[in-house]
């Protein structure tokens, strides 16, 4: 198998387990959705596949869990998009530009 190839399963793969990881937290389920957000960081890694900004958007970097599985929130205040993660803290924000 080719790397772009293998490349492309990852990426698939790191979708499906975005896609459960959401279901998860619509269920609760803590425990796993921990480990598949600890799964998509250690395949984007090994792999060198760079994250999707939906995955970005919905996962903490400095922890690398999810933003809602922990009592986090997401608030758009002064034309920015502020992320803040319930788990660490940590908190981010991305500017909203106008097209």
């Known amino acids: 198998m080719g790397k772009e190839r293998e ?11 975005f896609e459960l990881a959401l279901i998860d937290e619509k269920n609760a389920r803590k ?11 250690l395949y984007s890694r090994k ?3 760079p994250l999707t900004t939906s995955i970005k ?3 903490c ?3 690398e869990t999810g933003i809602y599985a922990n ?7 002064d034309s920015r998009i502020v992320v803040h993660c319930g788990n660490c803290g940590y908190i981010r924000r991305y500017n909203i530009t106008r097209r």
């Open 57 to 59: 958007l919905w996962t």
């Open 71 to 77: 009592g986090g929130h997401i608030r758009i205040h």
């Open 47 to 49: 792999y060198k596949v």
């Open 7 to 17: 490349r492309q399963v990852i990426r698939q793969r790191l979708d499906e387990l």
């Open 31 to 41: 425990d796993r959705i921990d480990r598949k957000y600890n799964l998509i960081y």
């Open 61 to 63: 970097r400095k922890c």
